[in-house]
């Protein structure tokens, strides 16, 4: 018998938007959900991948380490994304290692021969999964705009906006984004040292442009952090934070 919560994590997941009730209730029989924490990995690369894995809350990344030792991250997911979608369905090995970002963020795994064999007989689940495809080629013309957006506070504004439309939530005239990253992973994630991240978003909540850090960031004026991902100079107490 289907675990209720199961069921209802797996109707919440992109890819299986559509999908039949008993086809959903097929993989939540299967299906396990799994805490990690923040920096333990779900896989490492060069692995195989044996689930399909979505996530029902927090964050996970997908990071590379060059033969330096430094980490940069390659995308991005949250509530709702599907992680391995394409070396899943092409038998791939892992590109990367996929690492939580935060605590307690949770998965749900499906054995990926019950995925694969309803991909052959669910249309619906078959469209999905392109969608997915999809957006997955989009996070990476992301990536490719973040990192070539310009200077780096630039690039960190468009990350912070990234991530307010994607994971924010409006709370009386600001947005608070839920979980958030740390100035390391935002560094990471748009090619910068810590250090200039940190001097740069510090600026930002002197002014009055943000407050706080992970595990909750504040944007309190969207309005400053687009000007500064376009390219305009915004005024401000300090001069040249663009």
């Known amino acids: 018998m289907a675990d209720a919560r199961i069921v209802s994590c797996l109707q919440a997941l992109a890819p299986l938007q559509g999908l039949s009730l008993a086809s959903i209730k097929s993989?939540?029989?299967a299906a396990?959900?799994?805490r990690v924490s923040a920096g333990e990995c779900v896989w490492r690369r060069g692995e195989h991948v044996h689930?399909?894995?979505?996530?029902?809350?927090?964050?996970?990344?997908?990071?590379?380490v060059s033969a330096a030792g430094e980490v940069s991250m390659v995308a991005l997911f949250g509530p709702g994304d599907a992680l391995c979608a394409i070396p899943l369905l092409y038998r791939q090995l892992a590109p990367a290692d996929a690492v939580a970002v935060c605590d307690q963020t949770e998965l749900v795994f499906v054995p990926s021969a019950l995925f694969l064999r309803t991909l052959e007989t669910e249309p619906t689940l078959l469209a999905a999964v392109n969608r997915t495809l999809a957006d997955h080629?989009?996070?990476l013309r992301r990536k490719i705009e973040l990192?070539?957006?310009g200077s780096?506070?630039?690039?960190?504004a468009a990350l912070v906006l990234y991530l307010a439309e994607r994971l924010g939530t409006a709370e009386g005239g600001q947005v608070c984004i839920r979980p958030a990253l740390t100035r390391e992973q935002i560094g990471q994630l748009v090619n910068a040292r810590t250090e200039t991240v940190i001097r740069i978003?510090?600026?930002?909540q002197k002014v009055g442009w943000?407050?706080?850090?992970?595990?909750?960031?504040?944007?309190?004026?969207?309005?400053?952090?687009?000007?500064?991902?376009?390219?305009?100079?915004p005024a401000s107490p300090r001069g040249d934070l663009g």
């Open 27 to 29: 993989f939540a029989s």
């Open 51 to 64: 689930h399909f894995i979505g996530i029902v809350d927090g964050l996970v990344a997908l990071q590379q």
């Open 210 to 233: 943000i407050r706080g850090s992970a595990p909750v960031l504040e944007v309190l004026r969207m309005d400053m952090l687009r000007r500064i991902a376009s390219g305009a100079q």
């Open 137 to 139: 080629a989009a996070l």
């Open 152 to 156: 780096v506070p630039r690039r960190v």
């Open 147 to 149: 990192v070539s957006a």
């Open 32 to 34: 396990q959900l799994r």
């Open 201 to 204: 978003m510090s600026r930002w």
